[in-house]
């Protein structure tokens, strides 16, 4: 009696070590594979499409580059001594509010530390401005997609001032 208690004992205990190793362990007929991995076709797609999301990240990105140099070279700044019109003052908004999402998407944040002096002049701004947005926009046509560009990030601190300094 003794000895068909301790093989059923033993059974159990060998039935439940069994049924353990099966749930944490990959198949064992399937060297590699977890069993919660997605199969692999299921993989291939979700990377595809990533890829194509970061492609339209950044076409959009370069988009906005454009948009933004179309924007300042709307701004007249021919005038000597002026203030910006409503009209102008909205465009320089929207140039802030582009760069913005240009700064965001190089991974880029604000840039306190460094402070430049401010323009003498709010012509001197708008001219300061329109040398930096079409500096920003071949800056972003050199880099690529895989590149993080320092001299992009810099350039959206420095329009992004100079927005601030005309709003203001």
């Known amino acids: 009696m003794f000895y068909k208690l301790l093989l059923l004992t033993c059974f159990v205990l060998a039935l439940g070590t ?15 594979e977890k069993k919660d991995e997605a199969p ?12 194509d999301k ?5 076409n959009e990105m370069l988009k906005r580059g454009d ?3 179309k924007l300042a070279e709307k701004i007249d700044d021919s005038q000597t001594a002026r203030t910006l019109t409503s009209e102008e003052k909205g465009k320089v908004s929207e140039i802030g509010k582009l760069v913005k999402k240009i700064r965001e998407e190089l991974g880029g944040d604000d840039d306190a530390d460094k402070e430049s002096l401010p323009p003498e002049s709010t012509v001197d701004a708008l001219k300061a401005l329109k040398d930096s947005v079409n500096a920003l926009s071949e800056e972003l046509k050199k880099s690529s997609r895989f590149t993080v560009s320092a001299a ?6 420095e ?8 709003r203001g």
Do not use: H, S
């Open 159 to 166: 329009i992004l001032r100079l927005v601030q300094y005309l």
């Open 152 to 157: 992009a990030i810099d350039r959206t601190n």
């Open 40 to 51: 692999r076709g299921i993989q291939e797609a979700l990377i595809k499409m990533r890829i």
């Open 54 to 58: 970061e492609k339209k990240d950044f």
């Open 67 to 69: 948009d933004v140099v």
């Open 18 to 32: 069994a049924a353990a190793f099966t749930q944490t362990a990959a198949d064992p007929f399937v060297p590699g």
